[in-house]
């Protein structure tokens, strides 16, 4: 059984550019959420994405969006990247969407600078 | 917006001993909570729950508490081990949001 994988690992952008991180989901999940976790801070909570639909959305502006893909891989973009935006972008997976939580395995995360 | 709290960055305890780490909530909307572990460059690993329907959960060595007229929870960990070292993170879930709090690093020394 495959784990969450994340790519890149480590990504250095500039101010202004646009961003797309990726992540597979673990064999057998349909449900991706997408967490920001900043220095010191605990992960902050994006959107879900659960068989393609966007599931559920924190308190993040437009200009992060979303897919997932019907092997449920999913991407994450970011435009108009600004400086608070770097952090440790999560993914997690899990099975059941409808707002399912449970049991989410976590990718090891995409280390975002932003200069 | 800080809805799920851990006030307790740090934590050291002995090896054998109790390890307590606490949260506190201010959303009543909340229905499931949640307790993960994170180690350096690893992603947050789900450790134990527990719905808001109960006031007790427990897995082996570790212990989930839930008061809900306080909004408070704890994760108790007995004995605790060195690998226990590592920070924890509460969460707290509505139907359609997740929010975690800062952490506390736990370290168990020997």
């Known amino acids: 059984e495959t784990g969450v994988t994340q790519s890149p690992t480590h990504l250095i952008k500039t101010r202004g550019q646009q961003v797309t991180l990726r992540c597979s989901s673990q064999s057998g999940h349909n449900t991706v959420s997408w967490y920001q976790q900043a220095l010191g801070q605990g992960p902050q909570f994006i959107f879900q994405?659960?068989?393609?639909?966007?599931?559920g959305r924190g308190n993040f502006p437009p200009r992060f969006s979303g897919l997932q893909f019907p092997n449920y891989s999913s991407e994450l973009n970011v435009n108009a990247l600004e400086l608070d935006d770097s952090a440790l972008y999560l993914c997690?997976?899990?099975?059941?969407?409808?707002?399912?939580?449970?049991?989410?395995?976590f990718g090891p995360g995409t280390r975002l600078t932003v200069l | 917006d800080q809805q799920v709290k851990q006030n307790s960055p740090s934590l050291s305890v002995q090896e054998g001993r109790i390890s307590i780490l606490n949260c506190d909530y201010t959303?009543?909307?909340?229905?499931?909570f949640l307790w993960y572990k994170k180690y350096p460059a690893e992603g947050p690993t789900f450790l134990i729950s527990i719905s808001s329907i109960k006031d007790k959960n427990e897995d082996g060595r570790f212990t989930v508490f839930l008061n809900k007229s306080a909004k408070h929870l704890s994760l108790h960990i007995v004995p605790s081990q060195p690998g226990d070292s590592a920070v924890y993170f509460c969460?707290?879930?509505?139907?359609?949001?997740?929010?975690f709090g800062a952490g506390t690093r736990l370290t168990v020394k020997p």
């Open positions: 994405y659960y068989r393609e639909e966007e599931n």
């Open positions: 959303n009543s909307m909340f229905d499931y």
């Open positions: 997690a997976s899990s099975s059941g969407g409808g707002g399912a939580y449970n049991e989410q395995f």
């Open positions: 969460a707290a879930r509505t139907h359609n949001d997740m929010r």
